[in-house]
């Protein structure tokens, strides 16, 4: 990309794009030969890797990339890189990790220590994360990206004040950074710091509304909080933005569940009873459908929160949140995300922190059963709850027990199928702590470019 524009959102969306070099105007010729010339030549002695990349053959990719790495053939480094970034697709966390510290045996870089952090929280150890992540951050302050880990580990964790202030710290380091600017106003908002959501969130829509950097999401929590400080032109500006976002995006669905949502809270705060009651039951429908996510239930919670402090009394609300307790509330950072997004009304908040307690219960009797030789009951006892709830957490340890027990069950294969069509009934998303929907470049990753639709 050649431009004139330097400003970090600018440079930030480039990243995303799996660019290969980004130069600024003005420049020479010669200047821009040497940039043609590099990318030419990597990608000539890189050729089998982007080539299976593009064709989404990640497995071949990576081992391309790794003996790239071991043989220290030319660009190994990007090429480890690559490959590093691929494993963690593929979801081998164990060797991402250990492939991102024989880089940092080889090269002492920030981002394969970063990465060695990336790994330990997709492999479920967010606590082994922050102390990497403090190591890193004590050896260089400045470096942005690993904040953006941080905050994310904590938020796994549920430890919300501490992400709050580690997102903050990234939105001081790069002021003009959208992504950054938006997982601080989301996160103040569940806190309850409206003043700072609105105020954080509105500098990001300004800055980039139209840029493919904006979660739309900031919006629908943005039109919350214009609700509670009783701003009903800010609800109306919401509603205009999602009219003009669905113009180019008519066929979104998260789109247009957004807008659903702020519709509510408009018809809501226009006394429009009727219209708002079915607008919410609507939405309490879709909340066994596989595309009901994690996002899904949060906003359905914080409008069921507003209801409850309306005159607006709904007899199902308990059991709502109580359904969607059940099936997210599996760990303590997804516990406390739906809690904090009910933060209007604390008896739902309360009920979203007992499911978590009665799903642990179940998984622990389950494992009890296991550990006693009762391997079936305890798979039975599982995938019923599992199916029940669509629950991934009961379901992963049920694929889990399985696994280790296989020998010895007979019906093995049909509990397999069992489990395979269980988790399509789930949904494809996976159920993780996050603020809004993470981009496709991790911060201190790089962007694939592939043909399939995520890449």
């Known amino acids: 990309m050649v431009t004139t524009e330097a400003t970090y959102a600018a440079v930030a969306e480039a990243a995303e794009s799996a660019l290969d070099g980004y130069l600024l105007k003005p420049f020479t010729p010669l200047t821009l030969f040497d940039r043609l010339s590099a990318a030419r030549q990597r990608k000539t002695h890189l050729r089998p890797i982007f080539d299976a990349i593009e064709q989404d053959d990640f497995e071949t990719a990576s081992k391309l990339c790794i003996a790239q790495f071991t043989e220290r053939k030319p660009y190994w480094l990007y090429a480890a890189r690559i490959g590093s970034e691929l494993l963690l697709r593929l979801g081998r966390f164990e060797e991402a990790r250990m492939l991102f510290e024989a880089i940092l045996k080889a090269r002492a870089i920030p981002w394969a220590k970063l990465g060695v952090a990336r790994a330990q929280i997709e492999a479920g150890h967010p606590s082994r994360a922050v102390a990497t992540l403090h190591e890193l951050i004590g050896e260089d302050p400045g470096f942005a990206d690993a904040y953006d880990v941080l905050g994310r580990a904590q938020v796994e964790m549920g430890h919300f004040g501490q992400a709050i202030e580690t997102y903050r710290t990234a939105s001081e380091l790069t002021p003009d950074s959208i992504v950054r600017l938006q997982k601080l106003g989301m996160l103040s908002y569940y806190m309850g710091e409206r003043g700072t959501a609105v105020q954080v969130l509105s500098k990001a829509a300004i800055l980039g509304i139209d840029s493919k950097l904006f979660d739309y999401q900031s919006l629908v929590l943005l039109a919350f909080a214009y609700f509670d400080e009783k701003d009903a032109k800010g609800i109306d500006r919401c509603i205009a933005d999602f009219g003009r976002v669905l113009e ?3 066929d979104s669905q998260r789109i247009q569940r957004f807008l659903r949502v702020v519709r509510t809270l408009q018809a809501i705060q226009q006394n429009q009873v009727a219209q708002a009651v079915q607008m919410v039951r609507a939405m309490a429908g879709e909340i066994h ?20 402090n309306t005159s607006i009394h709904l007899e199902e609300s308990h059991h709502w949140i109580d359904t969607v307790g059940m099936r997210y509330a599996s760990t303590r950072g997804l516990c406390e995300l739906l809690a904090s997004a009910c933060r209007s009304h604390p008896p739902y908040s309360d009920k979203i922190r007992a499911s978590l307690q009665a799903i642990n219960k179940i998984a622990e009797e389950a494992m009890a059963q296991n550990l006693a030789g009762a391997h079936a009951q305890a798979l039975e006892a599982l995938l019923h709850n599992a199916s029940r709830h669509l629950n991934t957490k009961l379901l992963d340890i049920a694929q889990q027990l399985l696994l ?3 020998a010895l069950l007979p019906d093995a294969t049909a509990l397999q199928e069992a489990i395979d069509l269980l988790r399509s009934q789930c949904g494809t998303t996976q159920a993780r702590a996050l603020l809004g929907q993470d981009s496709e470049r991790q911060p201190g990753g790089v962007a694939l470019r592939t043909r399939g639709p995520s890449g």
């Open 248 to 250: 180019r995006n008519p």
């Open 289 to 308: 459908q596989n595309a009901f996510d994690l996002e899904a239930a949060c906003n359905l919670g914080s409008l069921l929160s507003v209801l409850a």
């Open 404 to 406: 280790r027990n296989k």
